[in-house]
């Protein structure tokens, strides 16, 4: 054998001790070792049995056992809605096991009024207010707390011509409440401005060149009372007209005739501008042939 066989073989033998000696240790260990346990815990309800499952982290043992059904332990309720629940009162309810079907009381506290019932007390009318109260939709208990509903306002009707205005007096419109029942006997009431006589004259007698004449001045709106007034209208002018042409050199004391009663009197025709052939600096007047140089 040589030296190097040698040392292998040694190192394979020394291994092998040591492991033989490390087995038996670890039997000897799991052989007199307390179990400790790892347990998975399943508890009993009231319609399924608990389970126990144990395995020993040392020696991996294992245990299962069942455990008795446990009639107290309801996992999930319903609620068997057939209680007629209320405002204001708490009320016993049931609910059910989903399992075992076990019954159980519960409270089932007050659903609280609705207040959706209106009515009036005391109605409201054009100027006074009311009174209103709230009833529950439920149970009809009144809600002492009262309202105060606002006055409705008088409801005006057609406007009325009430007063027809005249010359000196002013109309009125009015305005009543036709809301049935209103014994208020406000009105609305809208004044028109009065008309204003509207007067008119006319000639009762004419006057002449020589006798004055005589008026009337009457309002002709309907139903006027205004007085009508008489005047006297002046002696006219005589209305002097001659034939004669008036000329361009001077002025015509002439006499006319009036056109009214026949009369003559002078008058005055006055004298017209002359009638210029051109616009130049020498113009010659066509009607008197007078010649004037304007430089
Ligand atoms: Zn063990
Ligand atoms: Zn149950
Ligand atoms: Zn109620
Ligand atoms: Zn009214
Ligand atoms: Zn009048
Ligand atoms: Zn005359
Ligand atoms: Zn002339």
């Given at each position: 054998m040589k030296m190097g066989n040698f040392w292998v073989f040694s190192i394979i033998i020394t291994i092998l001790a040591f492991t033989f000696t490390a087995c038996g240790e670890e039997e000897t260990r799991k052989r007199e070792h307390e179990h400790q346990w790892n347990i998975y815990y399943y508890p009993s309800t009231c319609s399924t049995a608990g389970t126990e499952y144990k395995t020993c982290v040392v020696c991996f043992k294992e245990t299962l056992s069942t455990m008795p059904i446990d009639p107290n332990n309801h996992i999930s309720w319903y609620f068997n809605d057939t209680v007629e629940r209320t405002c204001d009162t708490v009320v016993k309810g049931e609910e059910v096991c989903f399992e075992c079907n076990a019954k159980r009381e519960i409270d089932l506290p007050p659903l609280g009024h609705s207040w959706g019932i209106f009515s009036e007390t005391v109605g409201a009318t054009c100027t006074i207010t009311g009174i209103g109260k709230y009833n529950c939709v439920?149970?009809?208990?009144?809600?002492p707390e009262e309202y105060i509903l606002s006055e409705l306002g008088h409801w005006w009707g057609e406007m009325v011509i009430t007063k027809d205005p005249t010359c000196t007096t002013d109309g009125e419109l009015e305005q009543s409440c036709i809301r049935e029942g209103c014994t208020v006997p406000d009105k609305n009431v809208i004044v028109f401005q009065k008309l204003g006589h509207k007067l008119s004259v006319r000639t009762i007698l004419s006057s002449t060149c020589f006798t004055s004449g005589r008026g009337e001045e009457t309002c002709?709106?309907?139903?006027?009372?205004l007085p009508a007034r008489e005047f006297d209208t002046p002696i006219r002018q005589h209305n002097y007209v001659s034939n004669v042409q008036p000329l361009c050199t001077d002025d015509q004391i002439v006499t006319g005739t009036c056109t009214e009663c026949s009369s003559t009197g002078t008058i005055k025709i006055e004298r017209k501008e002359h009638n210029w052939d051109n616009l130049s600096n020498v113009r010659t007047c066509l009607d008197c042939n007078i010649r004037v140089n304007f430089r």
């Open positions: 439920e149970c009809n208990i009144e809600n002709i709106n309907s139903g006027c009372t």
